[in-house]
């Protein structure tokens, strides 16, 4: 690398000489010679004279050595910007999440990572699963948190770890006439009046798929895009809601909703942790994948 033939270049005009040279760049003394014949071969002329004991440059000497004494600072420059650029990305993770776990889990379990990890630094993307997948197998995140309905839909470019099955329940609000009991059966639910996010949600479909399955009349009194909207209606007497636990935890806590199990409805969320295979993974993000495995106990797949 030229930079090579610079250094030892500017050493020795310097130094005024070779041997002190060699000794501070810890080079041979040849290998220097030969670095500084290398670039007087490349410019055409000479840069060197002696003068009594020492190596005085010549005029084109003189001419060149702020030039590489500009060239070596910017080098140098270069890689302290590189070396924090790495040192920053080793301690970045990149995480993915979609709706469902990208609100309600991920932010507390970036919380509790960083508790233990002050140094690493989490950058989180929340878009719709099939985002998440294309963005983790361009490199744009390191790790997904996604949420699905039903069955585990494995894919073979992705390593996957299910982390919690969060079940399905309905949602009414304090005052209710449901309000009162532990749990629901499916007939309970009948020409219920009910407020569902759209039918393009994975939650809507499996749940309208449940219902044609049991034979109840599916009676749709409002369809809402937003979670937060359809616990505020439910919050405030217009329906019954059928949605994950882990949604509604908060309000619950709070005594604004009474969520109960229905009976033998079997609709469930499954959230997995993903990433592809066959990547090199940095420390930082083995280390978020092993927190968020023993987090839920899960062994890493």
């Not at 003189?62 to 420059?77: G, M, N, R």
């Not at 209710?176 to 629901?184: F, G, N, Q, V």
């Not at 609709?267 to 066959?278: L, S």
Request: aromatic share 8%.
């Amino acid at each position: 690398m030229d930079i090579v033939k610079f250094k030892a270049f500017h050493t020795v005009a310097k130094l005024k000489n070779i041997s002190k040279a060699a000794e501070q760049l810890h080079y041979t003394q040849p290998a220097v010679s030969a670095q500084i014949r290398e670039l007087e071969n490349s410019y055409g002329v000479r840069l060197f004279q002696r003068v009594g004991q020492n190596l005085e440059l010549t005029e084109a000497g003189i001419q060149l050595y702020p030039y590489a004494e500009q060239l070596l600072e910017l080098f140098e420059h270069s890689r302290k910007t590189v070396a924090e650029a790495a040192d920053l990305e080793s301690h970045c993770v990149r995480v993915g999440a979609s709706s469902l776990p990208g609100i309600h889990l991920v932010p507390g379990l970036i919380g509790e990572f960083q508790r233990h990890n002050a140094e690493m630094n989490i950058v989180l993307t929340v878009d719709d699963a099939y985002q998440i997948e294309r963005m983790l197998l361009a490199g744009e995140v390191d790790v997904g948190i996604l949420g699905r309905a039903g069955g585990s839909h494995k894919k073979t470019r992705f390593v996957e770890t299910l982390l919690l099955e969060d079940p399905v329940v309905a949602v009414v609000s304090t005052d209710h006439p449901y309000a009162e009991r532990e749990s629901l059966l499916p007939e309970d639910l009948d020409n219920q009046p009910l407020i569902l996010p759209p039918e393009d949600r994975l939650t809507r479909r499996a749940v309208e798929k449940r219902f044609r399955s049991l034979g109840l009349e599916f009676r749709l009194a409002y369809e809402i895009s937003y979670t937060e909207s359809i616990k505020r209606l439910v919050i405030n007497g217009l329906g019954i809601s059928l949605l994950s636990r882990v949604v509604t935890s908060w309000e619950v806590e709070c005594g604004w909703l009474q969520v109960l199990p229905v009976e033998g409805f079997e609709v469930n969320r499954e959230i997995f942790m993903v990433y592809p295979k066959g990547r090199v993974i940095i420390p930082a993000v083995q280390a978020f994948i092993e927190f968020v495995s023993e987090r839920y106990d899960r062994p890493i797949t």
